[in-house]
Nanobody, 125 residues
Framework: QVQLVESGGGVVQAGGSLRLSCVAS????????MGWFRQAPGKDREFVAA????????LLADSVKGRFTISRDNVKNTVFLQMNSLQPEDTAVYYC??????????????????WGQGTQVSVSS
């Protein structure tokens, strides 16, 4: 049973930074791609960032390029999302995601994911 536990969300002013963490358990972490998605009130869940199992490839949504960075620590079974220059439109519940298929090529819209419970990020103007 894969478990994903997010942390690091909170309230921040526009222009501020937050670092989200997600600890995974229940299987071998290092052979699975990981990702972050978010869902704002009244909107569908959307892709934010993904990182390949070996960290050689990352993908970022256009809306966060240049501001967000995804990384992973395969020793600590943890994936991170560093969020800088946060804006009110980044307000959402952020979900950690773990690929269901090992050694997969990054294709976030086609990959099947396990989901964490989510952590709230609120950015005030």
């Amino acid at each position: 049973q894969v478990q994903l536990v997010e942390s690091g969300g909170g309230v921040v002013q526009a222009g501020g930074s937050l670092r989200l963490s997600c600890v995974a358990s229940g299987r071998t972490f290092r052979i699975y791609a990981m990702g972050w998605f978010r869902q704002a009130p009244g909107k569908d869940r959307e892709f934010v960032a993904a990182i390949s199992w070996d960290a050689t490839s990352t993908l970022l949504a256009d809306s966060v390029k240049g501001r967000f960075t995804i990384s992973r620590d395969n020793v600590k079974n943890t994936v991170f999302l560093q969020m800088n220059s946060l804006q009110p439109e980044d307000t959402a519940v952020y979900y950690c995601a773990a690929d269901r298929t090992p050694l997969n090529i990054l294709d976030p819209q086609k990959q099947e994911w396990y989901w964490g419970q989510g952590t709230q990020v609120s950015v005030s103007s």
